[in-house]
């Protein structure tokens, strides 16, 4: 069993920055996909970014690369997303998710798959 809780959400101008944080809560060890995805409603969920518990390897999203970084603090149980220069195409609500990973397939950022979610923190980026 795998919980997620995101927090760090808020308004801000395009431009601006903001870190989001998903405090991670694990019953056993296993080695695992974490992500971060995002909504707007309307629209289907989109992956950001995803990385491995046992490796240091990341996926992102073409639309954040080089503006995010996904990082995990595994001693403090955090997984974060730091995002620089947000646009207003960034606005939704980011969710953080979990999944086993596959031996040899790397993590990246579909949502089919996932199957713990947090309840969201809402991002809105104003021009």
């Known amino acids: 069993q795998v919980q997620l809780m995101e927090s760090g959400g808020g308004s801000v101008q395009a431009g601006e920055s903001l870190r989001l944080s998903c405090a991670v809560s694990?019953?056993?060890?296993?080695?695992?996909?974490m992500g971060w995805f995002r909504q707007v409603v309307g629209k289907d969920r989109e992956g950001v970014a995803a990385?491995?518990?046992?490796?240091?390897?990341?996926w992102y999203a073409d639309s954040v690369k080089g503006r995010f970084t996904i990082s995990l603090d595994n001693n403090k149980a955090q997984l974060y997303l730091e995002m620089n220069n947000l646009k207003p195409d960034d606005t939704g609500l980011y969710y953080c998710?979990?999944?086993?990973?596959?031996?040899?397939?790397?993590?990246?950022?579909?949502?089919?798959?996932?199957?713990?979610w947090g309840q969201g923190t809402q991002v809105t980026v104003s021009s």
């Open positions: 998710a979990a999944r086993r990973k596959t031996p040899g397939v790397a993590c990246v950022g579909a949502p089919n798959g996932y199957n713990y």
């Open positions: 990385t491995s518990t046992d490796s240091g390897s990341s």
């Open positions: 694990v019953d056993s060890y296993r080695t695992r996909c």
